[in-house]
């Protein structure tokens, strides 16, 4: 979006597609404002350089007009974080909304309806896409955390608005989940958790191409135990991967990567917040008990594992760290993590539940970058293109930070 310059903005109607999909509560009132804050960088800058924002979104999966995923609730937040009044329509194409956009002044905001009230959104209708291009004379998308769909606003739209250009967010995104994980500053390090092998499948297989070290923490670990032919007590197994785990281990002994499993582990007699636990070697879970965080000795040769690293990134909790109790592991891991950015190493959080983790334990403002995007950072790390971003590419126009 900095390509574009300020000739080029003046005045320009811009229809910028933003993941503004944030969590709302019963009181419609937000409760984590991250994807919003992220939006603003792109937006300032366009209405800095007397721009016309036309802002869309989608929030949450409704299926038609539904008035609890409607975006009012965003304009407060919104306009607070811009410093001007961010106007809203009722809708995100038709004439109202036609006549709300020649209305705007240059450097203002609005702020479309939810566009996923349209079910060809999703479908990526090209009458739909057209509809909410005619509203606009360039198209910037910033929405990260949808990438990864191809719908009418963040794909359909692109064939229709020329320039079409990657805003500061969604090129910060690319920046790091695939210019510094595929050429990183070595040693570098990757930590995968999260409770199922399964769906981490193709992040571990394509992270093993690219990382010195790998950590693995979390429910899957349990598969590689007893792949390894180790007891397992009652801990979560995903029986059909066994072989998946063998043949991930040593393809990581075949590319030289020192792939390091948990020690030890915090079992528990239930899976509870108030489960009776202890902690136990990996090799010594006994029948009857689940693991449900790594151990403090892992925690030990993990952060030593860590200490040489000039690069990391990191994809789900080492946990249940919902519960207190077997949180440690995470919260040891954010904090590893929050004192090596503090010593200048790129520190990578991507997506979903590691987010969650690095919020809770205060450290979110310290690491290299933090994702907004779940479904769309797990794809990116397994090596995916995203529809979004291809979308972009073929518009062939060159963005820089
Ligand atoms: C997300 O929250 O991951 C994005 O906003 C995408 O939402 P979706 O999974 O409903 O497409």
């Known amino acids: 979006v900095s390509d574009l310059t300020l000739a080029e903005l003046e005045g320009k109607r811009v229809f910028v597609r933003a993941d503004l999909n ?26 800095s350089n007397g721009a016309k924002v036309i802002l869309s979104s ?25 410093g001007i009044k961010v106007e809203k329509a009722d809708d995100c194409v038709g004439p109202e909304v036609e006549k709300l956009v020649s209305a705007l002044p240059n450097g203002s905001v609005l702020l479309l309806e939810n566009v996923r009230f349209y079910k060809e959104e999703e479908k990526n209708e090209p009458e739909f896409a057209k ?3 005619s509203l606009a004379d360039l198209y910037v998308n910033d929405a990260f955390g949808t990438a990864h769909r191809a719908h009418a606003s963040t794909e359909g739209v692109t064939k229709f608005l020329k320039p079409s250009v990657a ?25 995968v958790g999260g409770s199922k092998v399964s769906s981490k499948i193709g992040v571990i297989e394509s992270l093993l191409e690219k990382c010195d070290i790998l950590l ?20 979560l197994v995903e029986e059909d991967k066994l072989d998946l785990a063998t043949s991930l281990m040593a ?17 528990a007699d239930k899976f509870a917040a108030d489960a009776e636990s202890k902690i136990v070697p990996a090799s010594a879970i006994p029948d009857g008990w689940m693991g449900l965080d790594i151990g403090p000795d892992s925690i030990k040769t993990f952060n030593d ?22 949180a440690t592991g995470t919260e040891a891991v954010a904090k ?26 205060g450290v979110a403002n310290v690491m290299s970058h933090i994702s907004t995007g779940g479904g769309a950072s797990l794809e990116l790390l397994e090596g995916k293109e995203l529809p979004g971003v291809n979308a972009l590419d073929e518009a062939s126009v060159s963005v820089a930070v």
């Open 216 to 235: 693995l923490g979390g429910g899957m670990i349990f598969t590689f135990y007893k792949a390894q032919g180790l007891s397992v007590g009652s801990s």
């Open 336 to 361: 590893k993590l929050a004192e090596l950015s503090g010593k200048g190493v790129t520190t990578i959080i991507g997506g979903g539940d590691s987010v969650a983790a690095v919020e809770k334990v």
């Open 251 to 267: 393809k990581a002994k075949e590319k030289g990567v020192s792939l390091l499993l948990p020690t030890d582990v915090v079992v």
């Open 305 to 326: 594992a860590l200490e040489t690293t000039k690069t990391v990134i990191w994809n789900g909790p080492m946990g249940v760290f919902e519960f207190d109790q077997f």
């Open 167 to 191: 805003g500061f967010l969604l090129q910060k995104e690319l920046d790091y989940l695939v210019g510094a994980v595929s050429s990183p500053k070595r040693p570098f390090a990757a930590i």
């Open 22 to 47: 944030v969590p709302l509560d019963e009181n419609q009132n937000i409760t984590d404002d991250t994807r919003i804050r992220a939006a603003v960088p792109t937006i300032k800058y366009l209405i």
């Open 131 to 133: 509809k909410l291009a």
């Open 58 to 82: 989608h929030l949450g999966r409704p299926k038609g007009v539904t008035p609890k995923f409607s975006l009012s609730p965003l304009v407060p937040r919104l306009s607070e974080l811009l």
